[in-house]
């Protein structure tokens, strides 16, 4: 079974084709980070206009790159039903409607967050993850520590109220005044944080630990501290180099001490639920971040239990937006028939807790 698929839910359009029997046959991302860069997040309708802009473009590419004729060799259309933007996600899904219409192709919609967690199955081969394991989904819209039970049963272990990961990697990086870069304001401030520097980091008030000892995450009092440092000393302009790289240095720390901590507490609820995990999968585009794998590598040693928990990360390509997971997510439906109507509507808001059994 071969699925293309398409996903546009945030400010990448992205087209793929995937196999069923594992092979990616394309995978092509347009990006449109410098368009929003003047306006500190992603502005809707200026997303919506460049999905407009390049869905084609994404689909006749993903088609030629996977040299696979559509009228033969596709079996299904799959798309990114939610959670997202709402009109960004109509860009997707009208693509993959119509181009399903005209083919008279089958078109299962896909929740986007359950692609981010499915898609160790794909490219952890022949190890993939076994249910039940752990995953920590961090990236541009979500903070979440999830249970995955089964390919579509997910128990939300841990949340934000507020601001997400990717999103206060993304601030802070732009308070910082970190340039711009193609992959993005929070692998910006990681680089940034990573520079060897000789001589004096100055030493800063601890930063909040937000939630401690409970199962949920919070971010928007770590990008205040940093606003708040900076307002202290009346601006950027007022703090040198070294001081700004231990706030940088300071912020990555606490954010992902957050994630530690949290897994660590994730384990315990497990125990005492007697639910036996065995792996731990971290994607989104926030763990993408070299530190961040490093430091719950280490994290997991500090567990005491017999059997060693193995920490699974796909390929950075693959854990911000992409439609290889969207494809990927499809194809257990594809291959039962489970499939959606061709007036299937969209879900902005979806909670993937609420995925039906
Ligand atoms: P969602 O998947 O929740 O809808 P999204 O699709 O916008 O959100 P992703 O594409 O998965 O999110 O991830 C984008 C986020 O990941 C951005 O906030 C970006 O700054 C962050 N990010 C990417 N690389 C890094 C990195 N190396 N360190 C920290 N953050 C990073
Ligand atoms: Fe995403």
Redesign the pocket.
């Given at each position: 079974t071969c699925s293309c698929a398409v996903e546009s839910?945030?400010?990448?359009t992205c087209a793929a084709v995937v196999t069923s029997s594992r092979q990616i046959l394309s995978n092509v991302v347009i990006k449109q980070n410098d368009l929003h860069e003047g306006y500190g997040g992603?502005h809707p309708m200026v997303a919506i206009q460049a999905h407009q802009r390049n869905m084609p473009i994404a689909v006749k590419r993903a088609l030629r790159e996977a040299n696979v004729d559509i009228r033969k060799d596709i079996d299904g259309i799959a798309f990114t039903r939610g959670?997202?933007i709402g009109g960004c996600l109509s860009v997707g899904s009208n693509a993959a409607k119509t181009l399903a219409a005209s083919l008279d192709l089958p078109v299962v919609g896909v929740h986007?967050?359950q692609a981010?967690a499915l898609t160790p199955l794909l490219t952890s081969w022949p190890n993939p993850p076994k249910f039940p394991f752990l995953t920590l989904?961090?990236?541009?819209?979500?903070t979440l520590l999830l249970l995955a039970k089964s390919l579509n049963s997910f128990r939300i272990l841990a949340t934000t109220p507020d601001e997400?990961?990717?999103?206060?990697?993304?601030k802070v990086?732009r308070m910082l005044g970190l340039p711009w870069t193609a992959?993005?304001?929070?692998?910006?401030?990681?680089?940034f944080c990573a520079q060897p520097r000789e001589g004096e980091v100055p030493e800063l008030p601890p930063y909040p630990r937000p939630f401690k000892g409970q199962l949920a995450f919070s971010y928007s009092s770590l990008h205040s501290y940093v606003e708040r440092y900076i307002d202290s000393k009346g601006g950027l302009e007022n703090i040198d180099l070294p001081a700004r790289l231990a706030l940088a240095r300071g912020f990555?720390t606490a954010?992902v001490a957050q994630l530690e901590e949290k897994v660590l507490l994730a384990f315990q609820w497990c125990s005492e639920n007697n639910v036996q995990v065995g792996d731990v999968v971290v994607?989104?585009?926030?763990?993408?971040?070299?530190?961040?794998r490093e430091r719950l590598a280490a994290c997991l040693t500090k567990l005491d239990i017999s059997n060693p928990i193995s920490l699974n990360f796909p390929p950075?390509a693959l854990?911000?937006?992409n439609a290889v997971m969207i494809a990927w997510a499809s194809m257990h439906r594809f291959l039962a028939r489970d499939y959606d109507d061709y007036t299937i509507d969209l879900l902005a808001k979806w909670n993937i807790d609420t995925l039906s059994p």
């Open positions: 839910s945030a400010d990448d992603i959670p997202g986007h967050m981010h989904l961090v990236s541009g819209g979500h997400s990961i990717g999103r206060s990697f993304d990086s992959r993005g304001p929070g692998a910006a401030l990681e680089q990555q954010a994607s989104g585009g926030v763990a993408s971040n070299t530190y961040l950075p854990c911000t937006d």
